[in-house]
């Protein structure tokens, strides 16, 4: 049975060892290995993810199935965001899930978590980034009322990609 814990420096080891595998099992097949790696080593390794943990406007929850992570949730409150000026808003910057759970609605859970929050802190929109050639997030986006607003550059290695930036209204 899937549960949604709220995740703590206690648990660095284990948002670090999901957040890699997820980010590789998503962009691997797209991108070269080494920009692979170098995207890992520089962004996910413990110590990346240990600051980002100790950020007080930045939540982490793990989703666990059967006693392993399957999935994991980062959410940045305003100021600790990846894109400035999106005032009044709570951004999804991470919502990942093995890829063998990705028919066990563990996203939906994830997402329906994000939603609850942004309600909680009582925003106006709630707002992510995507790949914009990752069809089956956009879709699921689109399903919980997400539209395109925007763009930015992503760097992949030496090679930019554009993310689509997304929002949903909270009202």
Same mark, same amino acid.
């Given at each position: ?6 995740? &703590? &420096?206690?648990?660095?080891?284990? #948002?670090? &060892? #999901? ?5 590789? +099992? ?11 790696? +170098? *995207? ?11 600051? +980002?943990?100790? =950020?007080?406007?930045?939540?982490? %929850?793990?989703? #666990? ?17 990846? @894109?400035?000026?999106? /005032? =009044?808003?709570? @951004?999804?910057?991470?919502? *990942? ?13 994830? !997402? ?8 909680? %802190? ?9 790949? @914009? *050639?990752? @069809?089956?997030?956009?879709?699921? *986006? ?5 539209? /395109? ?6 760097? !992949?290695? =030496? /090679? ?5 930036? !997304?929002?949903?209204? !909270?009202?």
């Amino acid at each position: 049975m899937l549960k949604i814990y709220p995740a &703590s &420096s206690a648990n660095q080891d284990q #948002i670090q &060892s #999901i957040a890699e595998q997820t980010f590789i +099992e998503t962009f691997g097949p797209f991108n070269s290995k080494a920009h692979i790696t +170098e *995207y890992v080593q520089q962004n996910l390794n413990l110590t990346k993810v240990a600051e +980002e943990v100790a =950020d007080p406007r930045t939540h982490f %929850f793990l989703a #666990i199935d059967d006693g392993q992570v399957v999935g994991y949730l980062k959410v940045n409150e305003f100021g600790s965001q990846t @894109e400035n000026g999106l /005032r =009044d808003s709570l @951004e999804i910057q991470r919502i *990942y899930v093995l890829k063998k759970y990705h028919s066990k609605k563990v996203g939906a859970q994830l !997402m329906k978590l994000a939603i609850q929050l942004a309600t909680q %802190f009582q925003v106006t929109f709630i707002w992510l980034g995507v790949w @914009e *050639y990752n @069809e089956r997030a956009i879709q699921f *986006y689109e399903k919980f009322g997400f539209k /395109r607003f925007g763009q930015h550059t992503f760097m !992949m290695g =030496d /090679r930019p990609q554009t993310d689509w930036l !997304m929002k949903r209204p !909270m009202n």
